[in-house]
């Protein structure tokens, strides 16, 4: 291939972007692999805004939370919100880094709408928080992510644009979330899958949502995140061109944002094509990225220290009064989990996921100290129900006491393992008690050895055939008469008591 065709490869690779289809190929049996880095910023939980006093709460009328300083009026001064340090620095500490005594705020220069000053000011070359990692596990071992740096900075304002036909040809400007203090975290080129980035950023949000410093929402935009994207033959040191991957907002658009772009970086080099270090925005509705800028585009932000802030100074005192306060993270919790409740690591892994279910958890096995049978129904139907409703543990219609109390029947033979289930839907779907619900719908497990002698009476009646042929020696067929006394109990009989009477009536 000529370099010319070499260069028209790249080209239709990046103007013809939506009739682009890479290869369908897994990208595991590639003789690639991808090197991926994450940045993530999230908004931290303070009262009020990095620079002024004004508030943080989210969703209040446009332009309602705002004053001279965050709106870059001429002559006003930025102060430096001591708690968003804090909350940065507990970060950093909970994420093995260390603190730099020195760290400075930077301009960033550039031109757009939401950004009333011109710049946004960050940290640049002097960051807060440096050299820390956060362990994931792959296949059953620990990796670590290496994080390069954690720095802060303002969030900017958010721009709407006009829906109706009247307004459709207007953009308003929000500067309500202008000055909200985030904290942006850069991990190293650690990460080499889609499932790892994903692995990672859920451990990131959970230590975030147990030092209590982030909702860790993503749909809301508190919690955000950028890929750079490259790959490289398997062996090679030297990493590949990368692409920066942006507008991923939810876990599960991450790691498809991510699958695409390395199956299309693949492609692009085994069609003879270079990869073009660019930013391109991930489509959810098409499921694919597109080009946004060329590095030719890119943005020459002109940092600069700013000068109406002085160095931020943190002083060793300040930074061990912080450790000490800093609450049970993520993998300590996971480790008292396997040890106190003997449970399996896999289990701990996903109970500790994030505190709310932790807490659920925790709760329910004071309720119902059986810790294995806790776990296996979370893991088992509630997850499942969660899942497919796509909602978080705190959005549970089952209450831990209630899932206590449905465990507790089932222990004391009320309700069979097997109603126990439909119980669950019931509970799920209504939120109402167990107790209600069994007695509702008559789901009251026969433990009554008369009325199921009856049932099975009136069945061995019915199925003379069977009987002998069960008695002169087909034993499977047993089986078949479980099932039928079941059947006519609505799955109510007490399953050893049937067993045990069934075999008792059989033999004779
Ligand atoms: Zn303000």
Redesign the pocket.
């Known amino acids: 291939m000529t370099p010319y065709h070499r260069h028209l490869t790249g080209w239709r690779d990046y103007y013809n972007f939506s009739s682009y289809k890479p290869r369908e190929r897994g990208i595991d049996s590639m003789e690639f692999e991808p090197v991926i880095g994450l940045e993530v910023h999230a908004q931290l939980l303070t009262k009020s805004?990095i620079f002024?006093?004004?508030s943080t709460v989210f969703g209040e009328e446009p332009n309602t939370l705002?004053?001279p300083?965050?709106?870059g009026q001429p002559g006003s001064l930025p102060v430096l919100n001591r708690r968003a340090v804090e909350f940065a620095i507990k970060l950093g500490l909970a994420t093995n880094c260390r603190i730099t005594p020195h760290s400075l705020f930077a301009r960033k220069n550039y031109f757009y709408p939401d950004l009333p000053k011109g710049y946004q000011i960050s940290m640049y070359e002097y960051p807060l928080a440096v050299d820390g990692f956060i362990e994931i596990s792959v296949q059953g071992q620990k990796k670590r992510i290496q994080l390069i740096r954690i720095h802060m900075e303002e969030d900017a304002g958010k721009l709407k644009h006009g829906e109706t036909p009247e307004t459709a040809s207007y953009s308003y400007v929000d500067f309500n979330r202008t000055?909200v203090p985030l904290v942006e975290v850069v991990s190293g080129p650690d990460i080499r899958s889609p499932e790892e980035a994903g692995d990672y950023l859920r451990k990131l949000r959970a230590i975030l949502q147990y030092l209590e410093i982030c909702t860790g929402n993503m749909e809301e935009g508190s919690f955000r995140c950028d890929a750079n994207v490259s790959v490289r033959p398997k062996g090679q040191k030297e990493f590949g061109t990368r692409a920066e991957v942006k507008n991923m907002n939810s876990f599960r658009h991450v790691e498809k944002a991510l699958e695409y772009e390395i199956k299309r970086q693949i492609s692009v080099i085994e069609d003879g094509g270079d990869v073009v270090q660019e930013t391109r925005l991930w489509d959810a509705n098409e499921g694919v990225t597109i080009s946004m800028r060329s590095k030719e585009e890119a943005h020459d932000y002109r940092y600069f220290p700013d000068p109406d802030l002085v160095p931020l100074r943190v002083n060793e005192a300040w930074v061990d009064e912080i450790r000490k306060g800093l609450p049970e993270l993520p993998d300590q919790k996971k480790e008292r989990f396997v040890k106190d409740y003997q449970i399996p690591e896999y289990d701990a892994e996903i109970l500790t996921s994030t505190k709310a279910m932790a807490n659920y958890y925790e709760e329910c096995v004071r309720l119902f100290p059986e810790p294995k049978t806790v776990s296996n129904w979370m893991m088992g139907d509630l997850l499942k129900e969660l899942k497919r409703d796509e909602r978080e543990i705190d959005q549970c219609p089952v209450t831990p006491k209630h899932l206590a109390e449905m465990l507790d029947m089932i222990k004391k033979g009320t309700i069979s393992g097997k109603i126990a289930k439909d119980v669950f839907g019931e509970m799920y779907k209504t939120g109402d008690r167990p107790e209600k619900i069994v007695k509702e719908k008559g789901w009251v497990q026969i433990l009554d050895g008369g009325e199921i002698e009856g049932v099975i009476d009136r069945i061995i009646a019915a199925n003379p055939k069977l009987v002998e042929d069960y008695r002169s020696g087909k034993e499977k067929l047993f089986g078949y008469f479980v099932g039928e006394v079941m059947k006519a109990t609505k799955g109510k009989a007490n399953p050893k008591l049937l067993n045990d009477l069934l075999k008792e009536k059989l033999k004779k």
């Open positions: 805004k002024c006093g004004c705002t004053c300083v965050c709106t000055g």
